[in-house]
């Protein structure tokens, strides 16, 4: 079976990690072609360095029909079976480019996440029902609130989307490997000290991650917990974080490591994972901590209450309130018994319901119910 996946790009993000290692995973069962809308990204000279065609078109800002002339024109070369588009500006580019053909391949459209704050658009809503969705098999959400959200405010219908919840290897976080990772090291190498707490965030500098929080929270724990430090890993803008850090005091406090590959060492050398996300799907990063062993404190919102159990796996806090998730901090780090049980907690939890495996599998099956035979 012959596929295209269409990205914005093949940057380091959630969406595109998941497709680059699908793409590797059933690389023996699936032929398989990627087109980024805009530019090509690490991950896309990954692909194209172990022989995947990626092709890019270079889209920049605003609706260009262009590129779903060029897309039509891809399509027509390549010749699919399924096309698969990721996160709707590259369904709607996909849909606007199969239109105007004869004999169209299936197409799937996966929804990872939704902007935030979300509304409903009726252009879109009528644009989908009238046109695109004529022409899709399957609509995947990668979790129960994305499809809601689809159906609210994209007016698709509920009973066309399938839920399949994103998923992480296994193999690649086993506590039992925690010490050859060297967490020691890891800690030294970013200057903590080996009895700190850390509290540490995967996540990019973007506005819905809602970093400033994430940050005032831990100015709230660091005024009981001073040897608490917070370790933020992660890509962009860190200027107006540095400049919230120093102006609550607690600038020697909070580590700065950038984009990092070594996650599950920085896991290891972790004590506690915080996110205060203002919007999220099924994150990645949540999975790999909990897989890790290291209880989760995150934001109440999105697909998180559909991984974390409140006080089993880890704890839920109100969207944007820092005291609260500050409160959490301390709580969870004066007690290691208690985050030993949650971590176990919320690694079965992982291991049961959000394996790489069983995600592949769903993506596999949607993939061929929507191919043309």
Not at 32 to 44: A, K, S
Not at 107 to 112: A, D, G, K, P, S
Not at 302 to 311: D, H, K, L, S, T
Not at 360 to 372: F, I, M, P, S, T
Request: net charge positive; glycine share 8%; hydrophobic share 45%.
């Amino acid at each position: 079976m012959r596929v295209i996946h269409v990205l914005h790009s093949m940057t380091f993000g959630g969406a595109e990690v998941l497709v680059h290692d699908f793409l590797k995973a059933t690389r023996d069962r699936l032929s398989q072609v990627v087109v980024c809308l805009d530019g090509i990204g690490p991950l896309g000279e990954s692909l194209r360095a172990d022989g995947v065609r990626v092709e890019v078109l270079g889209r920049t800002s605003g609706l260009q029909p262009q590129v779903a002339v060029d897309l039509h024109r891809l399509i027509a070369d390549v010749r699919p079976d399924v096309v698969c588009a990721h996160q709707y500006t590259p369904y709607s580019y996909a849909a606007m480019a199969l239109g105007p053909m004869r004999h169209r391949p299936g197409l799937v459209f996966v929804e990872h996440g939704r902007h935030y704050p979300d509304v409903r658009r009726p252009k879109r809503v009528a644009a989908n029902n009238l046109v695109f969705l004529q022409y899709t098999r399957r609509v995947v959400a990668v979790c129960g609130y994305i499809k809601r959200l689809l159906v609210e405010n994209e007016g698709i219908p509920a009973s066309r989307i399938d839920v399949v919840y994103n998923g992480v290897d296994p193999s690649r976080f086993d506590p039992s490997l925690r010490a050859s990772l060297d967490p020691a090291g890891v800690r030294s190498g970013l200057g903590l000290d080996p009895s700190a707490q850390v509290i540490t965030c995967v996540a990019r500098f973007h506005p819905v991650k809602d970093h400033p929080t994430l940050v005032r929270a831990f100015s709230v724990a660091s005024r009981e917990l001073p040897d608490a430090r917070l370790l933020l890993v992660g890509g962009g803008d860190e200027a107006p974080l540095r400049a919230l850090a120093s102006e609550l005091g607690v600038a020697d406090r909070v580590v700065f490591a950038g984009v990092r590959r070594d996650i599950p060492a920085i896991y290891a050398a972790s004590d506690l994972f915080a996110m205060a996300s203002l919007s999220e799907g099924t994150s990645v990063t949540l999975l790999e901590a909990m897989l890790s062993e290291r209880p989760a404190l995150v934001t109440e919102v999105g697909g998180n209450p559909e991984i974390v159990a409140p006080g089993v796996t880890g704890q839920l806090v109100p969207r944007g309130d820092h005291a609260a998730m500050g409160a959490a901090m301390v709580a969870l780090l004066r007690d290691p018994e208690r985050r030993a049980r949650m971590g176990a907690a919320g690694r079965r939890r992982v291991l049961e319901r959000f394996t790489q495996q069983r995600m592949h599998e769903g993506w596999v099956g949607a993939l061929h119910d929507a191919a043309v035979r």
